[in-house]
Nanobody, 119 residues
């Protein structure tokens, strides 16, 4: 059993910051790439940022220079530091991880955490 649990969402004013965290637990052999996705009402889920097991990162163009993804391999945790937040960043943010567990490798998802940017 593998679980991804997100935290850190909430309501923030435009220009503010939030830090999302995601902890992976369970029977884990290897965690490969980890990432954050988001889904706004009426829109498809989209990639926000991803990080490889070696620390290479990639970002959606809309968040470059404002968001930073990081991971702590010892703690099976991935973070998303979000600065200069704008109303268009409002969405449910989902943690994703590519995990080898019990000889099976597949994607796992968290339950999502709401981020609302509004004055």
């Amino acid at each position: 059993q593998v679980q991804l649990v997100e935290s850190g969402g909430g309501l923030v004013q435009p220009g503010g910051s939030l830090r999302l965290s995601c902890v992976v637990s369970g029977t884990i052999s290897v965690i490969y790439g980890m990432g954050w996705y988001r889904q706004a009402p009426g829109k498809q889920r989209e990639l926000v940022a991803r990080i490889t097991s070696r620390g290479s990162t990639n970002y959606a163009d809309s968040v470059k220079g404002r968001f930073t993804i990081s991971r702590d391999n010892a703690k099976n945790t991935v973070h998303l530091q979000m600065n200069s937040l704008a109303p268009e960043d409002t969405a449910v943010y989902y943690c994703n991880a590519d995990i080898l567990s019990r000889l099976t490798r597949r994607d796992y998802w968290g339950q999502g955490t709401q981020v609302t940017v509004s004055s």
